[in-house]
Structures are given as structure tokens and as C-alpha cells.
């Protein structure tokens, strides 16, 4: 995490914990339309009028997703909040995937 730019002091905590667990929120609910899997539907319909098949494929997918792909899915606040503090706590990149998984 970029300490440089918050600061790494109360203030700059309080405004990561801001930034952070509103933007785990947003981007927990993308999901990547991969070319390959939904380019043969997307010639029937526009993707966006597609919403059901779309999710019937999305949620079949979440089977074969990574334990830390899952967990960064997750619609939980609690758990956008534990997500900040290890990534805020952690030294590297490294140490802030070992403990999420």
C-alpha cells in the first residue's frame, strides 16, 4: 500500500480506511466478460440485455475461482475492512497475499 501517499501516521490511516473499503465495495461486484465465453452470445444480444444468462455463467464460475478471487468478491464491509488492515499492516505485496489466503 502506498503509505508515501496517505502518510503512515493516524491521519493518513483514517484516509486510506476511507479510500480503500469504499473502492473493495465497487470493484467487488466487477466481473471480467471474457471474450472467449460470452463473444458467441454477445453477437445475439447486447451483453447488457443478456443479464441472467450472464449470471447462470458467473456463478458457475465462482466454483473455479481462487481462494483470494473469492475472497475479494466478497460483498461484506467486515471483510473489506480486514482486507485494509492487512494490506495497510502488511510490508509487501507477499506478505499482504499470505495472509489472505
Known sequence: LKKD???DD???KRSAFYFL???FNFFCRYRPLVDERFHDLSLDHPLIQSSRGISTILQEQEEELEPLEKLLRLDD???HLDISSILWDAA???EAVRKMT
Open 5 to 7: 501517499h496517505f502518510k
Open 10 to 12: 493516524d491521519r493518513g
Open 21 to 23: 473499503p469504499w473502492h
Open 77 to 79: 464491509e467486515e471483510a
Open 92 to 94: 509487501s505485496d507477499d
